[in-house]
């Protein structure tokens, strides 16, 4: 393989080149301030036990987290939830709502929900984006729907404003008590 240039110019502009069998390819970085980072995949924990499943040490350059649910199944009817934190979790301050279809809405200021009902019965596959606005401000959108059941989908959104660098997730149920009994949950963080 040919050699990779890395070289820069008085405009601000790094440049970088790479021949191809048929010619030369060029790809040129805008001149911005930031980090450029990996996608980084967490270590997927099996939801088959406990009341919570945590993900802690989220570097502080994170600026979007996707948690993914496949199978996830709790032991009663609670919603499950979603909470983040700086230090420690968050259990107030969030604004939000949820809904299943066919089924229910819910809203929750202990966490980000994910739709508008539970199911002992059913299990959760879905993807929760959580992303920063700024100062600390997080969003986070749901979509997902409920195996063991046709045509039952789930959506839903918060925010919440944390009091310092968010370093952790935490993955629970809005009453804390119903159990985690099937499927797995990980997260990706950028």
């Not at 985690?180 to 949950?185: P, R, Y």
Request: aromatic residues 6%; negative net charge; charged residues 5%.
């Amino acid at each position: 393989m040919a050699s990779l240039v890395l070289s820069g110019d008085t405009s601000g502009s790094i440049t970088v080149s790479a021949p191809a069998v048929s010619g030369s390819t060029t790809q040129t970085l805008v001149n911005v301030t930031g980090t450029l980072a990996p996608v980084v995949s967490g270590t997927a924990q099996a939801s088959t036990s406990g009341t919570s499943i945590d993900f802690t040490s989220i570097p502080s350059w994170v600026k979007r987290i996707t948690v993914m649910f496949n199978g996830v199944s709790v032991s009663g009817t609670s919603i499950q939830l979603i909470q983040i934190g700086a230090g420690s979790v968050s259990t107030s301050g969030y604004v939000g709502g949820g809904w299943t279809s066919n089924t229910a809405n819910a809203n929750s200021t202990t966490g980000f929900i994910t739709g508008g009902s539970g199911n002992a019965s059913f299990t959760k596959h879905g993807i929760a984006t959580i992303t920063t606005l700024g100062s600390n401000v997080w969003l986070c959108s749901y979509a997902g729907g409920w195996g063991g059941t046709s045509g039952t989908g789930e959506v839903a959104g918060g925010s919440i404003t944390l009091g310092g660098t968010l370093d952790r997730v935490r993955i629970t149920t809005v009453n804390g008590t119903d159990t985690f009994d099937a499927g797995s949950i990980n997260i990706l963080y950028e």
